[in-house]
Every structure is written in structure tokens, then in C-alpha cells.
């Protein structure tokens, strides 16, 4: 079946460093990624996005990377910093809209 | 956050009563959608509507019905709770399915 996975469940970085975090998702359809950031007792929140007609989109100090040739996203934080503390999410939806999958999350931790 | 209000926020209820809880929504958005999140398993969608009265399943729908009689207001209802379905459950919304969804604060429900 369908699985979008990320890396590592964990990263731990420096407050001022950049942050990457990856994701792994399987179906060659998929053609549109979505980041979410979600803060403890919190819904996730909306990062940023891509199409698969993409490879790169920046946002405020982020950016998101989208390789479909090895089928990896990943989403980069410049500088990060101790409100970058989450649990960050990628979501990858199939031709046509009709399923979103979630990957089950890495936990950013920031150190000051 | 994006006008959701899920109720209640915490809940206990004993394993065999039936349990209801509500997403009321103020963006006048078409799409909605209910998720557990159980650790490890990210976001799972149970059921999602693309209008009132329009429903369908997610992939994990059974011992869950739900109910949209209007366009801000969608009910997600535990027939018969089990402890299977001790979670967190998030309610989203979106303009376009499977689109950025925007989700609510959550609601912590545990079954005894």
C-alpha cells in the first residue's frame, strides 16, 4: 500500500542552525505536498506546499525540496529557533485529490 | 486558528456508550474532515464531507458515523466506544479537497 515515511522521529539542532527534516513517500502519483507544524496540545498547522510541477518553494525562512525522481521531500528552517520546537508533519496527496496520507512525524527540538 | 471550534475538548466516557463530538466552522468552507492521531500512526482520516449531507468514508471508518446538516457544523459519533478508540481526534476544513486544510485544537477523548 501507499506509505509516506519520514527519516527520523527526532532531531535535535542548535538555536541559529538549519534545520532539515525529510520525508519518503512511496505512490509516483502523488503530485502535491503539504508541510504542517503542530506545537504540543495544538492542531497541526499550515507550513507550506508544492506541485509535483515544482522542485523548490520558499517561504518565510523556510523552504521546502522536492525530488520525485527518488520520490523525497524535505523542508529546511534557516535559523532556527526555540519557537521551531514541534512536531513537523509532510502530507502527500494523489492525482486528483482523492486521498491525503500523513507521515508520522519528526519532533524538532531546539536547543538554546 | 482558522474560525474551527471542536467541543468537547477532553472527554471520558465508559467503553459501550455512545460519544458525539462537534466541528463548527466560520470559514464557509466546503470540506470537512475528522482524524485520529494515536502515537506512530500520524493522522489518520475517518470520515470527510464535501457538502451538507454529503459524507464519505476515510480509511479508518468503522464504529464511526458522522453527520453534516449544515454547511459549518459536522458531527463525528462513536456508535459504541471502545478503548480501540482512545485518541486525539482533530477536525479540518479546506476550500478545495485535500487541499492546505486548516485544523482545529483537538479533542482528547479516553475510553474506560
Known amino acids: 500500500g501507499e506509505s509516506v515515511g519520514l527519516h527520523l522521529p527526532t532531531l535535535s539542532v542548535q538555536e541559529g542552525d538549519n534545520s532539515i527534516i525529510n520525508c519518503a513517500y512511496s505512490?509516483?502519483?502523488?503530485?502535491?505536498f503539504i508541510w504542517y507544524k503542530q506545537e504540543s496540545g495544538k492542531g497541526p498547522q499550515f507550513i507550506i506546499d508544492?506541485?509535483?510541477?515544482?522542485d523548490k518553494r520558499q517561504g518565510q525562512r523556510v523552504t521546502v525540496l522536492l525530488n520525485k525522481t527518488v520520490k523525497h521531500l524535505s523542508l529546511q528552517i534557516a535559523a532556527t529557533q526555540p519557537g521551531d520546537s514541534a512536531v513537523y508533519f509532510c502530507?502527500?496527496?494523489?492525482?486528483?485529490?482523492?486521498?491525503?496520507?500523513f507521515g508520522a512525524g519528526t519532533r524538532l527540538f531546539v536547543k538554546a | 486558528d482558522a474560525g474551527i471550534t471542536q467541543s468537547p475538548r477532553h472527554k471520558v466516557t465508559e467503553t459501550g456508550t455512545p460519544v458525539t463530538l462537534r466541528c463548527h466552522q466560520t470559514?464557509?468552507?466546503?470540506?470537512m474532515y475528522w482524524y485520529r492521531q494515536d502515537p506512530g500512526h500520524g493522522l489518520r482520516l475517518i470520515h470527510y464531507?464535501?457538502?451538507?449531507?454529503?459524507?464519505d468514508k476515510g480509511e479508518v471508518s468503522d464504529g464511526y458515523s458522522v453527520s453534516r446538516s449544515k454547511t459549518e457544523d459536522f458531527l463525528l459519533t462513536l456508535e459504541s466506544a471502545t478503548s480501540s478508540q482512545t485518541s486525539v481526534y482533530f477536525c479540518?476544513?479546506?476550500?478545495?479537497?485535500?487541499?492546505?486544510?486548516?485544523f482545529g485544537q483537538g479533542t482528547r477523548l479516553t475510553v474506560v
Open positions: 479540518a476544513i479546506s476550500k478545495e479537497q485535500n487541499t492546505e486544510a486548516f
Open positions: 505512490n509516483s502519483a502523488s503530485d502535491y
Open positions: 508544492i506541485r509535483s510541477n515544482m
Open positions: 502530507a502527500v496527496v494523489n492525482t486528483g485529490g482523492f486521498k491525503t496520507i
Open positions: 470559514e464557509n468552507h466546503r470540506y
Open positions: 464531507s464535501y457538502g451538507v449531507k454529503d459524507t
